[in-house]
């Protein structure tokens, strides 16, 4: 007996289809046009080949933002993973006040990301922000327009305060999706803390904790609008990371094929390092199951 196939449904999935290759694909084949090409005004283009990935990867402009960027994003993952698995272990399990820190840790995730900015742009400076000011009465010189160091640690504490919270969220949920018969058979076994931690937590957690970490390393990996709204890229080009280099490429500079090429680049290594994330992930789930 033949099983009838019905092949309306594609219908209610062809809106969605023409949405995606409005949104993503037919911009993103602009781009790949971009970047083989070359122009002289009035709309006349001419192919290049791949010139232009040749420029961006033998740039050492490229290679230093690139460096920044490694730096800061492993800087970010090491603070804000193991702060937020120790928030995370630290709080109430049940009750009023484990709602109240869940809506209190949530609230930073609620700022927009161009208002973070703002606010520790204000919060840090010596006339009227109170981190500035509290540091210039006591006689400590800060100034993170002026000073490269100041600026790293700014920006760093800034994403710290901002995105610390969704590890703590995917931390907690991670712990609440212990059955408490590990709890009980550790208490028996006169189990110490580290033991748990060690020997059920952590492996407990560590779906969640790899999400965590994919997620904070795309969003640090491409982080423009906090670090531009604080320091400008600067001093000088401190903290102009791989995102702000682009966008200066393009809009500051208008040189669409060689940004065109650098953005496809900056695609590919972002996708290949969550596709080993993912990886990861994966082998991990199959060694559980």
Not at 24 to 33: D, G, H, Q
Not at 193 to 200: D, K, V
Not at 244 to 261: C, E, N, R, S, T
Request: aromatic share 14%; net charge neutral.
């Amino acid at each position: 007996m033949k099983k009838t196939v019905n092949q309306k449904a594609w219908f209610l999935v062809l809106p969605v289809l023409l949405l995606v290759g409005f949104s993503a694909v037919i911009p993103l084949m602009t781009v790949v046009n971009y970047s083989i090409q070359d122009t002289f005004g009035n709309n006349q283009f001419f192919p290049v080949g791949l010139e232009w990935f040749e420029e961006i990867l033998n740039s050492q402009r490229i290679h230093d933002a690139l460096g920044r960027q490694i730096l800061f994003t492993s800087i970010i993952l090491l603070i804000e993973i193991p702060l937020g698995i120790f928030i995370a272990l630290h709080m109430p399990k049940k009750g009023f006040w484990a709602s109240a820190c869940l809506i209190l840790v949530a609230l930073p995730l609620l700022v927009p990301w161009n208002v973070v900015g703002t606010i520790w742009q204000i919060f840090g400076r010596s006339d009227i922000g109170l981190l500035g000011y509290t540091l210039a009465s006591m006689g400590i010189e800060y100034n993170y327009t002026q000073n490269v160091l100041d600026a790293w640690i700014t920006i760093i504490v800034m994403d710290v305060w901002h995105w610390t919270s969704l590890v703590v969220l995917l931390c907690y949920a991670g712990l609440q999706s212990i059955p408490s018969a590990y709890y009980q058979a550790a208490k028996i076994d006169q189990a110490s803390n580290w033991s748990i931690f060690r020997y059920i937590q952590l492996p407990k957690m560590m779906g969640v904790l790899l999400i965590a970490t994919l997620l904070r390393f795309m969003d640090s990996f491409m982080i423009y609008t906090e670090p531009m709204v604080v320091t400008g890229g600067g001093p000088g080009n401190a903290t102009t990371f791989l995102s702000i280099d682009l966008v200066k490429m393009a809009i500051g500079q208008f040189d669409l094929g060689p940004a065109a090429a650098f953005s496809l680049i900056y695609f590919l290594v972002i996708l290949l390092c969550s596709w080993a994330f993912f990886t990861i992930m994966t082998n991990i789930d199959k060694k559980e199951a």
